[in-house]
């Protein structure tokens, strides 16, 4: 298909760019063209029509809504990229309990400058004082302005105001919602410190909302199938809430894990400290990929901690990698240890037969027995663990 454009239809925005559009297995693929495209698009409102200017950069955005990755890597993309298409100077993705009327998760393009923010404004309850509570799922307005129901004076006497927006200048919010139902569901917001969305910033929002929603959706679904995943077998995955205590389900684990790391029935003082910390940067809309991992070590083994966020049941999952155990006879050999140097710079199969002189079959058999031992999936995991085991042994 060699046109270039935008259509409307059932309320999907679909691109026609000079390649191709397509569907297979409830994934919708788009591919654009590098060049600069400016088009427009026509929606009535009421009695007149407006006019959106869809330029290179929007066409770039849905372009990227539409790639395999995960959930927090689609929520990161989209903070990042999102505020500077329509005005704005902050973006967040939350999950909320409409029964309760709190967030249950967030992530931020820039964290909020107030420690802690989520567990405070949910207990404090100024977050139930929301004044867009009152349009969530309001099928007469799509997409809503902050400005266009509260004025400054109101906004400045709300305790989400005076608790949290006031600390960063907030003064303007435009919200939808992308996925989910009246009691639990993620919201898209961009926040800015002037008042008043432009016309033109509320139709990119409603045209791009069922894109993003449909981006959530094949997220969700390509975790589900082990499509994308940071996480090889072998990785323990511990649940923990927003206080940073291990919830119930995960306290059965804790006497087997803690066993392997020497403690006794808990996680070691080390590890506990370091979650406090991240969780106290996530509470705040913290980006994952912004937060460091922690390397653990002890007298046996070597552990890699990641923290990352569980949207859908609001709380964290902390994963534990063993590295390196040092009690363990299933450790890498020498020449498997020279066939995933290779694999981590990049070689291929043939051409590491090549340079160690040794057969194809040869190379692919290390590769499998290197594989079970590394616990990884697949080459690209175990360059990764192997890049890992570099920087925590340097000299190995």
Known sequence: MRSTGLIMNEGLLVILSGDTVSGQAGFCRIDISTRPIVTKIS????????????????????????RFQTVAELSENICRELPGLVGGENAIICRHDANLRIITAMVATHAFSRAN?????????????????????DPRRPVIALSSVVSQAEWH???????VFAHDGIEDQIH?????????????????????????????????????AQA???????????????????????????????????????????????????????????????IEQLNGGAMETALEPLIYRD???????????????????????????????DRLSPREMEIFRWVAEGKTNEEIAIILGISLNTVKTYIRRGLLKLGAENRIAAAATWRTRLECHPKG
């Open 43 to 66: 929606r009535k409102h009421g009695r007149g029509t407006s006019k959106v200017s869809v330029s290179s950069d929007v066409l770039k955005f849905l372009h990227g809504l539409y």
């Open 117 to 137: 923010v989520l567990p405070h404004i949910n207990e404090s309850g100024a977050m139930g004082l929301h004044p867009l509570w009152e349009h969530a799922f």
């Open 157 to 163: 006497g709300n305790p989400m105001y005076n608790e």
């Open 176 to 212: 939808i919602e992308v996925e989910g139902d009246p009691v639990h569901f993620t919201s898209l917001n961009v926040l800015r410190g002037k008042r008043g969305f432009s016309r033109e910033a509320q139709d990119i929002m409603l045209a791009l909302r069922p894109h993003v």
């Open 216 to 278: 959530f959706a094949n997220a969700a679904l390509v975790e589900k199938a082990g499509l994308v995943s940071g996480l090889a077998d072998g990785n323990w995955l511990i649940p923990v809430n927003m206080t940073g205590r291990v919830d119930l389900d995960g306290e059965a684990l804790l006497p087997a894990l803690s066993a392997r790391l020497g403690g006794c029935g808990r996680l070691p003082d080390g590890i506990e400290r370091w979650i406090r910390d991240q």
């Open 299 to 329: 007298q046996a083994c070597t552990w890699r901690c990641v923290l990352f966020r569980d949207f859908d049941r609001g709380r964290y999952l902390l994963s534990l990698r063993l590295l390196d155990d040092r009690r363990s006879p």
